[in-house]
């Protein structure tokens, strides 16, 4: 049989429920004794914080009494007033749309609030929806499109292409640029190529891809019209 818990009684101090841990004291009062703390309040209190304006509650006694953002601020000083924003609502940045977070500010202007201070906030830069890759495609920044990669950039001339026939790409179909130029993404310097061929060299083989390529472009009028308007 297992053994029986030992119950522990309260702690001593006066108003503290909490159960006794060492020298009949729980835990936090215990390690306030061996700080040389011996005050013997109780943990929570009703206080109100000390600093003027400030109506948060305070809730561990401390010398002066001060709520938790004035606590972490009495090293430096900085006794203001705490400025309590809501989460979700609009970075308090001029101009900014992004949603705020920390301190009222999103994501990247509180980067730069804690690395050049409130003074050395700057509006932040656009982010780059269109790039021209090392092989000089162009690539626009769209993850829900049928014709995004993994890492959710598309090149723009299969959208153009999927865009114009309603449908997204076949994996067989590449999109060519008539005059070379990659970054030409016009629908009139783009042709739609087949670039599937048969498995074999078989009669069988090649009439049944046939029939395939048949079936697949014949009934297509935005394949014919393409040609003029190429």
Known sequence: MAAAKTQRGKCVVFGCNRAQRSKHMCLPHYKRQQNGNTSQ??????????????????????????????RFRRHSGDLRPVIHYVKDTPCRFPGC?????????????????????????????????RLISSNGYVQLWEPGHSEAMKSGWALEHRIV????????????????????????????????????????????????????IIALYKKSEKIRKLRKVS
């Open 161 to 212: 292409m999927a865009e114009y026939l309603g449908r997204p790409l076949l994996k067989e179909e590449n999109v060519h640029h008539k005059n070379g130029d990659r970054e030409d993404n016009r629908l009139k310097n783009l042709e739609l190529w087949n670039v599937s061929q048969p498995a074999g060299q078989r009669v069988e083989d090649k009439l049944e891809w046939a029939e395939h």
């Open 97 to 129: 749309k992004n949603l705020g977070r920390t301190l009222g500010l999103c994501v990247a202007h509180y980067r730069q609030h804690w690395l050049y201070g409130e003074d050395n906030l700057k509006p932040i830069r656009e982010p780059t929806y």
């Open 41 to 70: 309040d109780p943990l929570r209190t009703d206080k109100i914080c000390a600093v003027e304006t400030c109506n948060k509650v305070v809730r561990t006694s401390y010398e002066l009494p001060l709520c938790k953002p004035h």
